[in-house]
């Protein structure tokens, strides 16, 4: 895929996981290779894609799958793998911190440096998804990491469906926005699916930002053992990359690994960016009820 000085291209990734760490990582180490191999830059794994995910049930032996960032051994593979090709990429874990635990991402430099650590902010509750148990609230805020290819932001999962957290990010100088995922049915209503609102609203941060964004999300069917019995996800995949109007340019189906691939014009984006007015017009200091809750009483 031939390139100019501003054109970057992005990855996303999609597989399925099994609950072996060893495998999972020859997996995504196999996909990020075939996504280089296609040109790729920067390249998406899913969220927590070292293990089934955990986050169904309320179990105290799974809090032995966090591990402290510092030496982290898939952040440590993963940043050789970086190096070896050349490529950009973020890498999401469970991690430990003394006695707080953070779903996380590293992000890796193409040159294999370990450009920091972003920290999930908004942290999901309910039947399958029962994250409050694992995960402190990240600490970190908002973050964008300047990468040899361009200034990334990355959130985790929950936080895709917050408006703010894309702005937030596209504020502080994100060029593209990555949203390593684990989303699929609802043990507690089977006639749910989210899939087509889960897109949705990342379309419209791409397109109300003017940033191209990709999201990562797993495939297949995992049972948890839980205190009341098992408990079954079954995840629906989709992974996509949408461009800065919001359009679908890459998109993956509910069943099958996937590399997707696609490519932009950085300096041509910028240039829409400004000239449609979205950030000049802007007005941020009528916007102090977002400081709230309940939209009342808004600090001054």
Not at 250 to 259: F, G, S, T
Request: overall charge negative; glycine content about 8%.
């Amino acid at each position: 895929m031939e390139k100019g000085k501003r054109q970057v291209v992005v990855s996303g990734l999609q597989f399925a996981c099994t609950d072996d760490v060893p495998t999972n990582l020859a997996t995504a180490e196999r996909l990020v290779r075939a996504a280089h191999g296609k040109g790729a830059d920067i390249i998406l794994i899913q969220e927590l894609f070292e293990g089934y995910y955990f986050c169904q049930a309320q179990r105290e032996d799974f809090f032995q799958r966090a591990k402290p960032y510092k030496d982290h051994p898939t952040i440590q593979r993963m940043q050789a793998l970086a190096k070896e090709l050349g490529v950009v990429i973020p890498v999401s874990f469970f991690e430990e911190a003394n006695n707080a635990h953070f779903n996380s991402v590293a992000v890796i430099d193409a040159d294999g440096t370990d450009l920091g650590l972003y920290r999930k902010s908004h942290i999901p509750d309910g039947p399958g998804y029962q994250e409050k148990f694992y995960f402190n609230p990240g600490d970190t805020g908002f973050k964008v990491f300047q990468t040899k290819f361009a200034k990334i932001g990355v959130a985790i999962c929950w936080d895709q469906w917050f408006p703010e957290a894309a702005r937030a990010m596209v504020l502080q100088g994100a060029e593209i926005l990555f949203y390593p995922t684990a989303i699929g049915s609802e043990p507690q209503d089977e006639g749910l699916d989210s899939c087509d609102h889960w897109k949705r609203v990342m379309q419209g941060h791409a397109g109300a930002n003017v940033v191209p964004l990709i999201a990562s999300n797993r495939i297949g069917k995992e049972i948890i053992e839980t205190e009341h019995g098992n408990s079954e996800i079954t995840f629906y995949g989709n992974s996509f990359i949408a461009g800065p109007t919001g359009e679908i340019v890459a998109a993956a189906n509910d069943k099958e690994e996937a590399v997707l691939i696609a490519q932009f014009d950085l300096d041509k984006i910028k240039s829409k960016r400004s000239s449609w007015g979205v950030f000049r017009d802007r007005r941020p200091d009528l916007y102090k009820v977002l400081l709230t809750l309940d939209g009342r009483n808004p600090s001054s």
